[in-house]
């Protein structure tokens, strides 16, 4: 399994910008995939996740600000993220993990991609 994410950058406060999560070797529809974030000097900390029946789960430092979504035919995870904070700064990570439940939980998943940073600016 391969994750590569891309879409990283630097933004303004109050814009957006849409990761995305190129997966390979796992197919979309079997798995719970899901973004962390690490900010500097922090742990790595949920952000959201989606079933693999689209069922999608956030957390609620980005509730209706953060959409997660996914392509099951181009095996593609995307996280679009509006509104954004300062405090959203961080290295994003996809990950992915069998089963649906404790998705909040970074030992739970297998796969993790490398991670793609996005700055925020005041």
């Known amino acids: 399994v391969q994750l590569v994410e891309s879409g990283g950058g630097l933004v303004q406060a109050g814009g957006s910008l849409r990761l995305s999560c190129a997966a390979s070797?796992?197919?979309?529809?079997?798995?719970?995939m899901a973004w962390f974030r690490q900010a500097p000097g922090k742990e790595r900390a949920f952000t959201a996740a989606?079933?693999?029946?689209?069922?999608?789960f956030y957390g609620d430092s980005v509730k209706d600000r953060f959409t997660i979504s996914k392509n099951n035919a181009r095996s593609t995870v995307y996280l679009q993220m509006n509104t954004l904070k300062p405090e959203d700064t961080a290295v994003y990570y996809c990950a992915a993990k069998y089963g649906p439940y404790s998705y909040t939980e970074v030992a739970q998943y297998r796969h993790w991609g490398q991670g793609t940073q996005v700055t925020v600016s005041s």
């Open positions: 070797g796992v197919a979309l529809n079997n798995v719970t």
């Open positions: 989606i079933w693999s029946s689209g069922f999608q």
